[in-house]
């Protein structure tokens, strides 16, 4: 059985090795191949900060929510291994604000020590009221996306540096099962309305005596379009943009200003510290994540597409449990085949 | 008196502090600090610089806290500003595990720090032999880079800084009307202050730049400190014991205990191995003392012994120290219109 995922990025990869793990026993015919065009570190997940944490309200869509969790614990097991540090995975504690009251959010019992800030705590902030303090973790997608791949590349999986066009150029090629994990360029494969680019724009800086993230938040502007900060293993990133629509991969002066301004009002020390490289992506936006099947049909051709996409500004957060399911969906098509099709080996 | 001339004796952490307070209190003295060492050489270079303090057994505990909130003030102000990075102080939140829950679940000190709550459930998960365990948020000084940022601001302010190893404090008389003694471990030759003992401490200092809180064994013996360009890995306490040379045997068994306790440490690299003596002390000696000798006298005011707790309490025991010195400064001005009579 020959399966396909398109896209390298960290839905892409993470799917793959979810059903590579769950079904290479189980199927022994198995193939799994990769298709991307962009892969590390070119990727969108690879100019994400890599901080695990949702939006501020979860809309009601308790299906994400679980999804959240399902990767938080996940990750959370990895922390204490060896490959932790190979995973770029580490904790980190840091500050969420805010300008007026806000409820709880949904994930406030997913990480750990989630707690209100006190007084003296928001003197750091001037102009924020209130705020959060927790613990989460962080997910470095240029350390993670390689050991993805290392783990696919020593399982077996090939991988395939091109851009797919079609579904049909892979289903026509034998291919039985396609997983469309192309984010926030799906649109190429199949249209649709709901899957807008979500730019952002961040500066990476040298700033390690920072040690907390520190996210903003301004009901009027949007999500992301406030200032935030996330230190990482080697750099901190700093950011504040979210323009709905806006296809744009380069940087734009004017962003960068907006960043740089606003960070540095929230941190002083900021300005001492050195720019070292600034980066724009499309964030995968859509009002929910795509995450179904669909039979895919042109002429003579068949095949079972898992779609995977659509995972906005938490893809990282939200990653295992999307593969997760993904790989349920799989399991499902594996029964309908094993119960409708030729004899095949024992499931 | 016209411009009183004050040696502070000492340029770690207590001298440096000690003579930038004087220069805040009594604009009008001139002030020189002498030193045989100086950063990165000092004992508070060893340090982590960490703010949890220690608790000094024969000081009141009113005192104590009074002088950490005073520095932690000081420095959270520092940290908030643009100056931050320069100085070296930065915010550090994490944890204080105990393996059996203490009888003093609520520290002196837990209302000043940020934050200060139990660890949750889930937060102990992450060390199964710890069963209670406190969180909170607390600042961080680097050094060399505090100690660089102090002498900065005393030679803005006019204050000479000198290498000089003073053997006794007499030979600065003729020269310096008041002496301030901020000489640490050396306090122990240098007046003979046999109250005064080494607890030695060996750290090391490790590239691990993903490691983001600190943690810290109750007992004060185990913990990791992550600061602005390497984390600090310790460590030991040994009592009476005056040797600076790193032991191997003690460097192997500091990594393998912060290792259980942070199993990520393993890809760590072990940049620098360190030793300080702590300068312990029942309690911080810091009073007036004049000296006499042959009908001369010689005001000194004395501030060390901060052992385990120096950067905790030292911007509050500096400004008690230049307060000090105030009070020598009007006793001789009080003398000389004596003198004059």
Request: charged letters at 20%; proline letters at 6%; one cysteine or more.
């Amino acid at each position: 059985m020959r399966v396909a995922v398109i896209g390298a990025g960290v839905i892409g990869l993470s799917t793959a090795l979810c059903i590579h793990e769950q079904f290479h026993g189980l199927v022994p015919s198995l193939e799994l191949e990769v298709y991307a065009d962009r892969r590390t570190p070119h990727t969108t997940s690879d100019g994400a900060a890599g901080l695990w944490q949702p939006y501020p309200s979860d809309h009601g869509n308790l299906q994400e929510t679980l999804w959240n969790k399902e990767t938080f614990d996940h990750l959370l097991r990895h922390l204490g291994s060896p490959a932790a540090k190979e995973m770029g995975l580490f904790l980190i504690s840091g500050y969420n604000l805010f300008t007026q009251p806000v409820p709880d959010p949904s994930w406030k019992n997913i990480v750990l020590g989630f707690r209100n800030l006190t007084p003296k705590e928001l003197e750091l902030f001037p102009g924020y009221s209130h705020g959060w303090f927790n613990t989460a973790l962080m997910l470095e997608c240029r350390s993670y996306l390689p050991w993805l791949t290392e783990r696919l590349r020593q399982r077996g999986v090939k991988f395939f540096h091109k851009k797919v066009e079609s579904f049909q150029e892979v289903s026509g090629a034998g291919v039985d099962v396609v997983i469309n994990c192309t984010g926030v360029r799906a649109g190429e494969l199949q249209p649709d309305p709901e899957l807008q680019p979500g730019r952002g724009q961040v500066i990476k800086v040298l700033a390690p005596w920072v040690k907390h993230f520190i996210i903003t938040h301004d009901v009027e502007s949007g999500i992301y379009n406030s200032p935030y900060v996330i230190p990482g293993s080697e750099f901190t990133v700093l950011g504040g943009i979210y323009q709905h629509g806006n296809w744009s991969e380069e940087n734009s002066a004017q962003d960068h200003k907006t960043i740089w301004e606003n960070c540095c009002r929230l941190l002083p020390a900021l300005r001492e510290a050195k720019i070292v490289e600034e980066w724009s992506g499309l964030r995968p936006a859509r009002p929910r994540v795509r995450l179904e099947r669909e039979s895919v049909r042109r002429g003579h051709c068949q095949a079972e597409v898992i779609h995977n996409y659509g995972h906005g500004g938490f893809g990282i957060t939200i990653h295992w449990g999307c593969a997760m399911a993904a790989a349920r969906l799989f399991g499902s098509i594996l029964r309908e085949r094993q119960a409708a099709g030729p004899p095949r080996p024992r499931l | 008196m016209a411009a009183p001339k004050v040696a502070v004796v000492g340029a770690g952490l207590i001298g440096l502090s000690t003579a930038l307070c004087i220069t805040e209190t009594c604009p009008s003295c001139s002030v020189t600090v002498l030193s045989d060492q100086f950063s990165p050489n000092t004992t508070s270079d060893v340090a982590a610089g960490i703010l949890i303090p220690h608790t000094y057994p024969d000081t009141p505990i009113h005192v104590q806290k009074q002088w950490f909130k005073e520095t932690f003030s000081h420095l959270f102000a520092i940290s908030n500003s643009a100056e931050a990075s320069e100085a070296g102080i930065h915010l550090v939140s994490g944890w204080q595990i105990f393996k059996n829950t203490p009888k003093q679940q609520l520290p002196f000190w837990s209302d000043v720090v940020l934050g200060f709550r139990p660890m949750s459930e889930a937060e102990l998960q992450k060390f199964p032999q710890h069963r209670f365990g406190q969180a909170f948020t607390t600042l961080k000084c680097d050094c060399p880079p505090y100690l660089l940022w102090l002498e900065k601001r005393l030679k803005a302010s006019g204050v000479q800084i000198y290498a000089r190893k003073v053997a006794d404090l007499w030979e600065l008389h003729g020269e310096y009307n008041i002496v301030v003694n901020c000489a640490g471990i050396g306090a122990h030759q240098l007046v003979g202050d046999k109250k005064l003992f080494p607890i030695r401490g060996q750290v090391l200092k490790v590239q691990a730049p993903w490691v983001k809180n600190f943690i810290r064994e109750g007992d004060g013996l185990t913990y990791i400190y992550p600061g602005i360009d390497s984390v600090t890995l310790g460590g030991t306490r040994e009592k009476d014991n005056w040797s600076l040379s790193p032991d191997p045997g003690t460097t192997q068994d500091i990594f393998d205990r912060c290792c259980s306790l942070e199993p990520s440490l393993r890809g760590a690299q072990v940049v620098k191995v360190k030793v300080g003596l702590r300068p312990s002390r029942q309690c911080v000696r810091l009073q007036r003392e004049v000296l006499s000798q042959g009908g001369v006298k010689l005001p000194v005011v004395h501030n060390y012994g901060h052992g385990s707790g120096g950067f905790s309490v030292h911007r509050g025991t500096a400004k008690d120290a230049a307060h000090l010195v105030g009070e020598c400064i009007a006793a001789l001005q009080g003398s000389s219109s004596r003198a004059k009579l």
